[in-house]
């Protein structure tokens, strides 16, 4: 029998009416754009996908895009990117406006390692420890990526939040008034930014949420200058130190340039470590012909190799390391909440509640006015 008219499989027929539903997604979205004009706008970061991010008005990394959206004059501000990030553009725009996340499943793992209760328990734990109010002698640094209560947590015990770019800046204005610090929910951050001012590895210990006092006793707790939660980003968990030894075996001129979520054998192994913005400056930056193995999320490691075909851009890692969780906003997504909007319908509205809101800005506000 003559091979024509073969059947897909079904799998196969699924992804192909998937391709095309979202072909004209991208249809959809430029006519319902059109029609709400100035009244959205879209913010978008680095690791979203090309047929999402195309139609941002604004990309960046955590800190530019939470700047941005406290700037924003629209009614209604869309955010490609993820909860905890839509959470903090509820916190910083003006009541008047609405802050729409395409897909409410687009969390983050790594900010789901914290949670209030936890927090709490391990703030009163620090007490007894320290014989009194931990306030007196620990500074709360929330990472961005975290629920907007624990922001309000911080705010509330006169903390900062930080973002990849600032948290040399942070911790430093953390010392500046206190002895300690209790940094969640990224370890490698916190370990990664220590490091690099000199604090050395031993007096930054591990609090393991799941034990009590943290797993930690009272003497390294007391000598401790920073506290580092337990959590870890898995996209960047799975950068290894073996990966720069191979690109740097096979291309010895090679530049390493991570992400700070990365861990510390990786970060410690690279040549260059920072944001999202501040990877694609770098990048941006460097003369035709250079070199370049990315440890970051394999989106925005893609465009920007078509973006700079002049220079050989790879990769850490020799599998995908995908933010599965952003990857969930689809065009179709998109389309359905702008279209939503056009008949004067908001789904998927973030809506911090007044109470957090009020104390989470405290420690936005700070995090924004303290110098990089
Ligand atoms: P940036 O602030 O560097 O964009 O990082 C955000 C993030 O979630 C990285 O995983
Ligand atoms: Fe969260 Fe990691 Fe995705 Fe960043 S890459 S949003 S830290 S899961």
Redesign the pocket.
């Known amino acids: 029998m003559a091979a024509t008219n073969l059947a897909f499989p079904e799998e196969s027929a699924a992804e192909a009416t998937l391709i095309e539903q979202e072909e004209a997604a991208i249809e959809r979205i430029k006519r319902a754009r059109q029609i709400l004009g100035e009244d959205v706008v879209i913010l978008g970061?680095?690791?979203q996908r090309d047929e999402v991010v195309q139609f941002a008005d604004f990309t960046?990394?955590?800190?530019q895009?939470s700047k941005e959206g406290a700037k924003v004059n629209a009614k209604y501000i869309v955010f490609a990117g993820?909860h905890f990030m839509a959470e903090s553009a509820d916190i910083l725009s003006r009541d008047d406006q609405v802050v729409i996340l395409p897909n409410l499943k687009a969390g983050?793992s790594?900010a789901d390692m914290a949670n209030l209760e936890q927090v709490l328990t391990a703030w009163a734990e620090l007490e007894d420890v320290l014989m009194a109010d931990p306030a007196q002698h620990i500074m709360p640094i929330t990472y961005?990526?975290s629920a907007a209560n624990l922001k309000a947590f911080v705010g509330e015990h006169d903390g900062t939040v930080c973002?990849?770019?600032n948290a040399e800046g942070a911790l430093n204005w953390a010392f500046a008034q206190r002895e300690k610090v209790f940094f969640f929910p990224d370890q490698h951050l916190g370990r990664n930014t220590g490091k690099a001012m000199g604090i050395p590895l031993e007096q930054m210990v591990l609090w393991d949420p799941f034990q009590p006092y943290g797993g930690l006793t009272d003497e390294q707790i007391l000598n401790a200058r920073i506290i580092l939660w337990q959590g870890h980003?898995s996209?960047?968990q799975q950068f290894r130190p073996e990966h720069v030894d191979l690109w740097r075996k096979h291309h010895p001129d090679i530049r390493v340039i991570v992400?700070p979520?990365c861990m510390r054998e990786v970060v410690d192994k690279a040549d260059d470590v920072?944001?999202?913005?501040?990877i694609i400056k770098q990048v941006e930056a460097a003369a035709p012909g250079t070199k370049w193995a990315i440890g970051?999320?394999i989106h925005m490691v893609n465009r920007l190799k078509q973006e700079h075909p002049e220079q050989m851009i790879q990769l850490l890692s020799p599998f995908a390391c995908l933010?599965s969780t952003m990857y969930r906003i689809s065009p179709l997504d998109l389309a359905n909440v702008l279209e939503n909007l056009v008949e004067g319908r908001v789904i998927n509205p973030i809506v911090v509640p007044d109470d957090v809101k009020q104390k989470a800005k405290l420690a936005l506000d700070r995090m924004l006015s303290i110098p990089k």
């Open positions: 970061h680095h690791y960046g990394d955590s800190y895009l993820v983050c790594m961005m990526n973002t990849s770019s980003c996209v960047h992400h979520e920072g944001s999202t913005a501040y970051t999320e933010c």
